[in-house]
T-cell receptor, first 109, second 114 residues
Framework: QQQVKQSPQSLIVQKGGISIINCAYE??????FPWYQQFPGKGPALLIA?????SEKKEGRFTISFNKSAKQFSLHIMDSQPGDSATYFC????????FGQGTTLQVKP | DVKVTQSSRYLVKRTGEKVFLECVQD?????MFWYRQDPGLGLRLIYF???????EKGDIPEGYSVSREKKERFSLILESASTNQTSMYLC?????????????FGSGTRLTVV
């Protein structure tokens, strides 16, 4: 019940395309869902986050879609750029943060 | 700029050695965490601490211990390093368990045990 399952493990997108990363959870007590972005040689950094009473949150080209009934949430990166190439982690808060397995995104020029 | 600083970027140690990984934060955060990052497995919590001299086991504490003598410093100890502990180790801090501002991570220490 404490797991957060993330897919796909890796993703290749052309510049200008839409990148979509999905996460699913079981524990309905989770109350906060952040996404982290990690560049090579760096630690993960908070990118965007959502609470379960909101179905969508948008910040620039990054959007979280949240489906409470399905216990799923996803990150959409619009107009993907080579600079978005990084590893992305979803997470869920159940006291402390529980992280997904990570998705390595490569955006081709 | 707030920071979590890990003392070493790369370490190579021999099997059986005692290894210390150091982490310092300058944000006066109460909570500190140690994760290991492995491809396909994400970030797995080893130990965390809510306060000085307090520690709690995470999901994979076997083979590790921690020390928090001062609020700003959290050390991860590998009592007898083994090759299956070769990994990227990430330290993080937060001002509250699951605080909305999230965790601040260090840049990581890549440990190789030979």
């Amino acid at each position: 019940q404490q797991q957060v399952k993330q897919s796909p493990q890796s993703l290749i997108v052309q510049k200008g395309g839409i990148s979509i990363i999905n996460c699913a959870y079981e524990n309905t007590a989770f109350d906060y869902f952040p996404w982290y972005q990690q560049f090579p040689g760096k630690g993960p950094a908070l990118l965007i986050a959502i609470r379960p009473d909101v179905s969508e949150k948008k910040e620039g080209r990054f959007t979280i879609s949240f489906n409470k009934s399905a216990k799923q949430f996803s990150l959409h990166i619009m107009d993907s750029q080579p600079g978005d190439s990084a590893t992305y982690f979803c997470a869920a808060r159940g006291g402390k943060l529980i992280f997904g397995q990570g998705t390595t995104l490569q955006v081709k020029p | 700029d707030v920071k979590v600083t890990q003392s070493s970027r790369y370490l190579v140690k021999r099997t059986g050695e005692k290894v210390f990984l150091e982490c310092v934060q300058d944000m006066d955060h109460e909570n500190m965490f140690w994760y290991r990052q492995d491809p396909g497995l994400g970030l797995r919590l080893i130990y965390f601490s809510y306060d000085v001299k307090m520690k709690e086991k995470g999901d994979i504490p076997e083979g590790y211990s921690v020390s928090r003598e001062k609020k700003e410093r959290f050390s991860l100890i590998l009592e007898s390093a083994s090759t299956n502990q070769t990994s990227m180790y990430l330290c993080a801090s937060s001002s509250g368990v699951g605080h909305p501002s999230g965790y601040t991570f260090g840049s990581g220490t890549r440990l190789t045990v030979v």
